[in-house]
Each structure stands twice: as structure tokens, then as C-alpha cells.
């Protein structure tokens, strides 16, 4: 490891780390009341929201474990901490049936970042966290779980009646990304990637002679190369009397990580095996197209196949048999432009599925328990709960709110919007209003992007409070970007369907067209005032953003949470291998021809046209690919300002970040929307700098933000 220490630990400027809080991140939560008097929603509440896996409203693997019995449930509980600029992490279990309340086996541990594949690159570690679900074992006695100390991930056992403290069980030297009881829970099979480390060291040890400029590197991540080879996934098993270990058989590995079997279509998915030789799976309407919808097959004892082709069984994300019901449960996304989530049952026997429920709510992570589907669940209003789903009737009911404080805030009220673009797309959008609203008043209006499903928190990348800004008088309206253009839909493979879309901007268009109903809609309910309307947007929100700023003259003001989609620092920063990727699919870098290119979309070239002040709050790891704008816009004299939040990757993670861009998003908008200020002394500095910008109000205008 000295190579890899050796070239993480030079600097060429002083720096200085701020010293760790001592303080348990939980300690602010213990004894806390779970009702308060009512009052609106801030920044704070949703900073400390409570959530059980990923905080987006995402499909995702569940975030619990049931035991065997089917009478007990266990989840972590993860509450962001801005004071300590760090999580609360609590193990708890209760019983399914609410008799008691959640009992407390465990608390502490880092935040479990996830990874993900990015492109060519097998491993990018990501800001969102990795989901971390409890598996009891066979008796129900033990619960094994991920948590991660002093930057190692290792499995640690608890004892589900709490009488002993938790204990780790792994001493693995790479993370563990995945483990499974094996027989009677004698011992575990885990999942790690050892040929991350290994390349890690590689690489560290071709520093002595310079990195070489190449496809490995991506200026915008890092200055190191990153691995591009394949990693492949190994398999250990673990004796929990002896701690011995030992490489997995073939069959321990499938408990782990099954296959299915051998016969099914090509690109079939999602097989799941039933009672007496049932089988069901998924498999693609249109076999030829890259994205296709869907079609439910169930095949019997005798293979005889049955499919329902029908859009009543589009849209499946996971599936269960019930051996007792002899049926096949599915959670599906459906309804216009598939905003809402239904469940469906099919019985054996029966010649198509039923419905069992349907609903604007998000159900993520569901999993099947003995007479119910156990879900998390979250509304528009409402954060994320879970629930149980009744197998015969579709009704649910509540078995653990983790943010009971939620139901005594005044929220803002929601309307939804449902409507088609201009090119046929179905689309929908959320207005919020002000808890306080009267009729007759127009509020100045926030566009949030580019999700609206679930509880209404901050848009894509969590970035924008939506309840906070509607409770400072604000209306939001939270716009979900539609699905893709006809035309693009019948591509047959990604390169097609990317390039299909960078003809003329086609997917920006399609995007636009979206948006600009959506404002009508919401300028007519007349509580809208259209005169200061402020745009928002994060990643892919962002281009759209830009798009927007450059194509519609109704926009006064912008918040931005990275940048930017132009001409030079973009592919720049991010280095050969997405150069030769964005060329493939129709782009133009810095040859003939890239200037016309770019007219509709850089706002570089638009910079005369482009009279909105913008503010820009990014990530380290990618705040250069934004620096043209930057630069050209301050050249200009434009009111812009970024700002660069340390060790942050495109999702930003750390609690005090996040409280940050809240507060400083607010402030912006409240800035150039209301003439408001946070009349604290410690944004003096801040506002100082916004009163010399072109368009600013003048200080004599400006009045002070409620609660500053």
C-alpha cells in the first residue's frame, strides 16, 4: 500500500482539514419529540429527513428484511446531520403487526456510498448511498447487515432480540458489495471486487514515471488514471463459529446471485419460478428496438405460454409467486406518462391479470411477506413510509412512519398537470402553492426539475426544497421530463437512439415543448405571477435549463447545480474517452461546423442574448466543465457566480452541503424574485456582491426574508 499512500498524499498548495465532530450525529435526534406545534416547512426539516434506503423515489432493491416467521421487519434509518456533516445511522426492528414500537440493535458507521458503471469505466463511486438491507438469518435469531468503518464496508451481525451488542463478522481487505445466509446461517456467502484495489495499486505505482494523457483519464473525476478493464465479482464464504474463509462452491455462489434457467427468449428478464412448474418473466414487445415496452409471459408445468401483451401489464419492475394464492403479484409503473404505480395479480387459471391498486404514490423496493406486499411508499406530501399492500383487496396499511414530525408541518397543496407536447409525448407536472395562499393572490413561480413523483423534495439531485421555497411564498412547479419523441423511440440500438436525438436538438425540443405547457397550465390557475418565474435544473436539468434561458424570454432568474452543456470545458474536463463518445453520436468539438452546432443550445453564443442572472453551485469533482460559461459570462459583465463544494461527487451527499445549497438557493431567488435578503450579518459579504451585479435591486429595495 505504500505506492498508493505515497501518491494520495502530495500537495502543492496549504491546506488544512476542519477537525471531526465527537459528536454522535444521532445525539440531536435522541428524545426528540415526534410532534411540534404547526408551522410551515424549512431547509432544516428536510436536511434531517428520515429516510429508509435511497433518499430519491427510485426504483431500487429493498431497503428491509422480513424474518423467516414473517412477523418482524428490519430497515436502517438514515438521518443527514448538517452540525456534524454527517449521518445518523440506526439499525432497528419491530414487528410487523405495530404491537411495539422499532427497537434500536445498532447505530453509527460511515455513509455507505453506492458505485456504478459509467460508460467504459466499471467503477465510479457515486453520492447517493448504497442501499443496505438487513437479511435475518434462517432462525430469525441473527440479522446481518453492511456497515462501514474507517473506510472498510464488512458484514456485522446483530442479535435481533438486542441482548448482545452487534458484533463484526467479516474482515475482508475490499468492500463488501452483497453476502447471503447460507444453510441453516452456519455461514455467509459475500460478494467483493478485489480487482479494484488491485488496480488502484497499478496504478499508484505508474506515478513515479507520469500519467500518460490517454482514454483512462477524466479530468473532471480525477488526475489519475481510472480502470477501464473489467472487474470481475468473487465469492468467499464465511464460517461464523471460526471465522475461517474460504472460496464460495458454484452452488453457494447461486443462493447469492442466481441464474435463470436455460430456454428463455432472448432479452427475456425478471424470471421468477412459482408453484407446481409455473415460471413468469418479461420480455420486449419489439425485440428489434433498443427500448421497448414490455409484455408479461407466464408459462405453465408443460410450458405452454400465456402473454399479456395488453398496456394493463406494461411498465413491470419486479415480481412475485404467492404459493399460497397459486398467483403472480407485479408492482408496475402506469397510468399518463406513468406517474402513477399500480399492483396486479394474475391467478393461475385466470386468462389475464387484474389490477389490485393503483396510485400517484411511488411504491420502491416492495417485497412479498406472508398475506401482504410490504412496501416503502411516498406521495407527493408525504415522505417515505412503509406499508403493507393486502394481497386480496390492494388496501394498505401503516407499519413504520419514520418522519411522524412531517404530519403536524403545514404543507403546501399539489395539482397536478397531465397534458401531451407537441410531439404527442403524455407529460405531467406538479404545481405547489404556498400553505397560506388566498385567492386572488400570484405568487413568483420556481421550476423544479426533472422528476415529480414521489414526496416532493428537492427535484433531481435533491436540490431544490420545494416545501421550504412554497413556505416562503414562493409557487413551485415540479416538472417531470417526458418520455423520449416517437422517433427516437424506434431506434435500435443506444448509438442510434442518442444520435437520433442530438439531431437539431431534438430531445432539448422535446423537453421544451413540455415545459412551456406546463407554465400555461400553471399561469392559468391565475396564481402564478408571470412577470418573475425562476428556472432551476441539475445534470441532465441543466441542458434543458440551458436550452430554455436561450429559447424563451420567461425567465428572471437562474439556480443551477452544476454546469454546464457548451462548447469547450464540457467535453474538456472530461477527458478523451467521452470526447470520442459525444463525436460518435453527433456532437462537435472545436472543428468546422461546431459553432452552428451549438447556436440553439451554448450559452457562450447566446451570451448577448441571455439576461438572467445565474448561479451555479457544483461539485469539485466536475465544476470545470462549466468554466467557459463562467469566464465568457463574467468577461461580459452577466451577473453569475459559482460556487465548488469540496470531496462532492455529481450527486452531492455531505448533510452541510446540502443545507448549503438550500439555503443559498433560496436566497438567490428570493434575491432577484422578491427583493428579499437574509438580513443576518453573516450574508452581508454575499449580498454586497449581488447589489453590484447588472439588474440587481437596490439595497433601499430590498426587505428581510421572514425569520432572518
Same mark, same amino acid.
Given at each position: ?6 501518491a ?47 433518499? &430519491?423515489?427510485?426504483?431500487t432493491?429493498?431497503?428491509?428484511g422480513? #424474518?423467516?416467521d ?7 434509518? /438514515?438521518?443527514?446531520n448538517?452540525?456534524t456533516?454527517s ?7 419491530m ?11 445498532? /447505530?453509527?458507521g ?19 448511498v ?10 430469525? /435469531?441473527?440479522?446481518a447487515?453492511?456497515?462501514r ?9 446483530a442479535?435481533?432480540?438486542g441482548?448482545t ?9 475490499d ?7 447460507l444453510?441453516?446461517?452456519?455461514a455467509?456467502v459475500?460478494?467483493?471486487r ?39 465479482t ?6 461464523l463459529?471460526?471465522?475461517?474463509s474460504?472460496?464460495?462452491?458454484p452452488?453457494?455462489i447461486?443462493?447469492?446471485?442466481p441464474?435463470?434457467p436455460q ?23 419489439f ?10 409471459v407466464?408459462s405453465d ?10 398496456k394493463l401489464?406494461?411498465?413491470i419492475?419486479?415480481?412475485w409467486?404467492?404459493?399460497?394464492e397459486?398467483?403472480?403479484f ?14 396486479l395479480?394474475?391467478d ?7 389490477r389490485?391498486?393503483?396510485s ?11 398475506d ?15 406499508v ?13 412512519? *419514520?418522519?411522524?414530525?412531517v404530519?403536524s408541518?403545514?404543507l403546501g397543496s399539489?395539482?397536478r ?9 403524455? #407529460?405531467?407536472?406538479?404545481l ?5 395562499h ?6 413568483p ?15 433531481s439531485g435533491?436540490?431544490v426544497?420545494v416545501?421550504?421555497l412554497?413556505?416562503?411564498g414562493?409557487?413551485?412547479?415540479s416538472?417531470?421530463? *417526458?418520455d ?11 448509438t442510434e ?7 437539431d436538438?431534438l430531445?432539448?425540443?422535446n ?8 407554465l ?8 402564478? &405571477?408571470?412577470?418573475r ?17 436561450i ?16 462548447m469547450?470545458?464540457?467535453?474538456l ?9 459525444t ?7 472545436l472543428?468546422?461546423?461546431a459553432?452552428?452546432?451549438w447556436r440553439?443550445?451554448s450559452?457562450?453564443?447566446?451570451v448577448?442574448?441571455?439576461d438572467?442572472?445565474i ?7 466536475e ?26 461527487t ?13 439555503? /443559498? ?7 432577484w424574485?422578491?427583493?428579499?435578503r437574509?438580513?443576518? #450579518? ?8 449581488w447589489?453590484?451585479m447588472?439588474g440587481?435591486p ?11
Amino acid at each position: 500500500m505504500g505506492f498508493l499512500a505515497a501518491a494520495l498524499s502530495f500537495s502543492i498548495i496549504p491546506t488544512a482539514e476542519l477537525p471531526r465532530s465527537p459528536q454522535d450525529p444521532c445525539a440531536a435526534f435522541d428524545g426528540a419529540s415526534s410532534h411540534v406545534e404547526e408551522r410551515t416547512m424549512t431547509a432544516v426539516d428536510l436536511v434531517q429527513l428520515a429516510d429508509i434506503g435511497r433518499s &430519491d423515489p427510485n426504483e431500487t432493491p429493498s431497503a428491509f428484511g422480513v #424474518s423467516p416467521d414473517m412477523t418482524q421487519i428490519a430497515f436502517v434509518v /438514515r438521518r443527514g446531520n448538517a452540525e456534524t456533516n454527517s449521518y445518523c445511522q440506526r439499525l432497528v426492528v419491530m414487528p410487523l403487526d405495530r404491537s411495539q414500537a422499532p427497537r434500536e440493535l445498532d /447505530r453509527g458507521g460511515e455513509y455507505l456510498r453506492d458505485d456504478f458503471r459509467l460508460r467504459e469505466f466499471p467503477s465510479v463511486t457515486a453520492g447517493w448511498v448504497k442501499v443496505n438491507t438487513p437479511r435475518f438469518s434462517p432462525d430469525g /435469531r441473527a440479522i446481518a447487515y453492511l456497515k462501514r468503518i474507517e473506510g472498510s464496508t464488512q458484514v456485522w451481525l446483530a442479535d435481533s432480540a438486542g441482548g448482545t451488542d452487534a458484533r463484526q463478522v467479516t474482515t475482508l481487505p475490499d468492500d463488501v458489495d452483497a453476502f447471503a445466509w447460507l444453510g441453516g446461517g452456519e455461514a455467509l456467502v459475500v460478494a467483493t471486487r478485489p480487482g479494484i484495489r488491485r488496480a488502484a495499486l497499478g496504478i499508484a505505482q505508474q506515478a513515479r514515471r507520469g500519467f500518460l494523457y490517454d482514454e483512462s483519464i477524466s479530468p473532471q473525476f480525477t488526475s489519475r488514471p481510472i480502470p477501464r478493464e473489467a472487474i470481475a465479482t468473487e465469492y468467499t464464504t464465511i464460517d461464523l463459529a471460526t471465522g475461517e474463509s474460504r472460496s464460495s462452491t458454484p452452488e453457494e455462489i447461486a443462493v447469492l446471485s442466481p441464474e435463470g434457467p436455460q430456454g428463455l427468449p432472448e432479452r427475456a428478464r425478471g424470471y421468477v419460478a412459482g408453484p407446481e412448474g409455473w415460471a413468469a418473466w418479461l420480455e420486449p414487445k419489439f425485440p428489434d428496438r433498443y427500448i421497448s415496452p414490455t409484455r408479461l409471459v407466464l408459462s405453465d408445468p408443460t410450458d405452454t405460454r400465456i402473454s399479456c401483451p395488453a398496456k394493463l401489464c406494461e411498465g413491470i419492475m419486479r415480481m412475485w409467486w404467492s404459493p399460497s394464492e397459486r398467483a403472480l403479484f407485479a408492482v408496475q409503473k402506469t397510468g399518463w406518462g406513468q406517474s402513477s404505480m399500480g399492483i396486479l395479480r394474475w391467478d393461475i387459471g385466470a386468462s389475464v391479470p387484474r389490477r389490485l391498486m393503483v396510485s400517484d404514490d411511488m411504491l420502491i423496493g416492495c417485497a412479498l411477506a406472508a398475506d401482504e406486499i410490504i412496501c416503502a411508499r411516498e406521495g407527493a406530501t408525504t415522505p417515505r413510509r412503509l406499508v403493507g399492500i393486502g394481497l386480496d383487496n390492494g388496501e394498505a396499511r401503516l407499519i413504520h412512519d *419514520p418522519n411522524p414530525l412531517v404530519s403536524s408541518l403545514d404543507l403546501g397543496s399539489v395539482q397536478r398537470f397531465r397534458f401531451s407536447n407537441a410531439y404527442g409525448v403524455e #407529460s405531467y407536472a406538479d404545481l405547489v402553492l404556498p400553505p397560506d395562499h388566498q385567492p386572488g393572490q400570484r405568487h413568483p413561480l420556481v421550476v423544479v426539475q426533472y422528476i415529480s413523483h414521489g414526496f416532493l423534495r428537492g427535484g433531481s439531485g435533491d436540490e431544490v426544497p420545494v416545501q421550504p421555497l412554497a413556505a416562503r411564498g414562493f409557487a413551485v412547479l415540479s416538472f417531470a421530463k *417526458p418520455d423520449l419523441a416517437p422517433a427516437v423511440a424506434q431506434a435500435q440500438t443506444a448509438t442510434e437512439l442518442l444520435s437520433a436525438n442530438r439531431v437539431d436538438w431534438l430531445d432539448r425540443r422535446n423537453v421544451q415543448s413540455s415545459l412551456d405547457i406546463a407554465l400555461d397550465h400553471a399561469i392559468g390557475t391565475g396564481t402564478v &405571477d408571470a412577470s418573475r418565474i425562476g428556472l432551476t435544473g441539475w445534470s441532465d436539468g441543466v441542458s434543458s435549463a440551458q436550452f430554455a434561458l436561450i429559447n424563451s424570454p420567461r425567465y428572471k432568474v437562474a439556480s443551477l447545480g452544476s454546469c454546464c452543456e457548451d462548447m469547450y470545458s464540457y467535453v474538456l474536463s472530461a477527458g478523451p474517452a467521452y470526447s470520442a463518445f459525444t463525436r460518435s453520436i453527433g456532437y462537435r468539438f472545436l472543428e468546422d461546423g461546431a459553432e452552428e452546432f451549438w447556436r440553439p443550445m451554448s450559452l457562450i453564443l447566446n451570451v448577448d442574448r441571455v439576461d438572467v442572472p445565474i448561479l451555479i453551485q457544483n461539485a469539485d469533482s466536475e465544476y470545470e466543465g462549466g468554466l467557459d460559461v463562467v469566464e465568457v459570462y463574467r468577461h461580459k459583465g452577466k451577473p453569475i457566480e459559482l460556487h465548488v463544494f469540496e470531496d462532492e461527487t455529481h450527486y452531492k451527499w455531505q448533510p452541510a452541503h446540502r443545507s448549503a445549497v438550500y439555503e /443559498r438557493t433560496t436566497e438567490w431567488l428570493e434575491f432577484w424574485l422578491m427583493k428579499r435578503r437574509n438580513c443576518v #450579518s453573516e450574508r452581508d459579504r454575499q449580498y454586497d456582491r449581488w447589489l453590484t451585479m447588472e439588474g440587481a435591486p437596490t439595497r433601499a429595495e430590498l426587505t428581510c426574508s421572514p425569520g432572518s
